[in-house]
């Protein structure tokens, strides 16, 4: 599985973005989607996750109320929706996803940077 992942830039503070990101190789299905982020001398973290069928979805406590995780399983897709930007939320993007019942994601794609200006 290939994960193409696009749709970062630079946005003044309160502004938004919206990821996307592609899967190809096989299709997703079962999977859990992920979108993880990495600032410049932090640790990754997990910013949002979706399930299969989008029943499930669970967000880092940072972008709770801002973020929106959606997903299109006919078209192999995870979408981020960031609203309220801010300068902490800049950092790489990464889309990832794992099978249902596995601890780790198995695959990654090769990820967007957002910055986000003051």
């Known amino acids: 599985v290939q994960l193409q992942a696009s749709g970062g830039g630079l946005v003044q503070a309160g502004g938004s973005l919206r990821l996307s990101c592609v899967a190809s190789?096989?299709?997703?299905?079962?999977?859990?989607m992920a979108w993880f982020r990495q600032a410049p001398g932090k640790e990754r973290e997990i910013v949002a996750s979706i399930s299969w069928g989008g029943s499930i979805i669970s967000y880092g406590d940072s972008v709770k109320g801002r973020f929106t995780i959606s997903r299109d399983n006919a078209k192999n897709s995870v979408y981020l929706q960031m609203n309220s930007l801010k300068p902490e939320d800049t950092a790489v993007y990464y889309c990832?996803?794992?099978?249902?019942?596995?601890?780790?994601?198995?695959?990654w794609g090769q990820g967007t940077k957002v910055t986000v200006s003051s």
């Open positions: 990832a996803a794992k099978s249902l019942y596995a601890t780790n994601y198995d695959y």
């Open positions: 190789g096989r299709t997703l299905l079962g999977y859990v």
